[in-house]
């Protein structure tokens, strides 16, 4: 056996023992920064000796660049679909808005008036379809704040979990 094969089953081995400590340990973003940059620094150093032809150098740079356009168009594909999604969130939101203070300005047919729950006079009044509307339009505002603002969370800087999924 090569000693250089002995130090890459060393370094496995060591490897594995370390990937076995990350997953019982809880460990924030900028320890997890730091240790990505010192084990890209001793990776830039052991190949300091090792001198890349052309050819394995295009290799990388391609599957460099492949990598790279792969998440770039899932990324576009994500955010056109979220950007969809805000636009549908708001179209539901002004329709309901619409709707709800429709129902309580036009003036529904006697059988379609439910119970009156208070009386401003001998005609008129708060009906349990007024509160329905009202309910109706709440809806709506909360879908419209939904689709206006899509994520009312200020510390969570990325977009919804999908640097995980890279």
Known sequence: MDPDDEKIV??????????GLLSQTHINDEVARY?????????????????????????????????S???????????????????????????????????????APPFFEMFTIYYFNRNDGITVMDLISLLIILAGIYFLIRGIYPNPNPRNKNISGFNQQL
């Open 10 to 19: 060393e370094i496995d081995e060591k490897l594995e023992e370390l990937i």
């Open 35 to 67: 240790f990505k940059q010192q084990f890209d620094h001793a990776i830039k150093n052991a190949n300091k000796d090792h001198v890349h032809t052309h050819h394995e150098l295009n290799d990388e740079v391609g599957i460099l660049l492949a990598n």
């Open 69 to 107: 356009a792969l998440k770039k168009n899932r990324l576009k594909r994500y955010l056109q679909a979220r950007r969809i999604s805000n636009i549908i969130f708001i179209a539901i939101g002004i329709t309901m808005i619409i709707m709800g203070f429709g129902m309580i300005i036009i003036p």
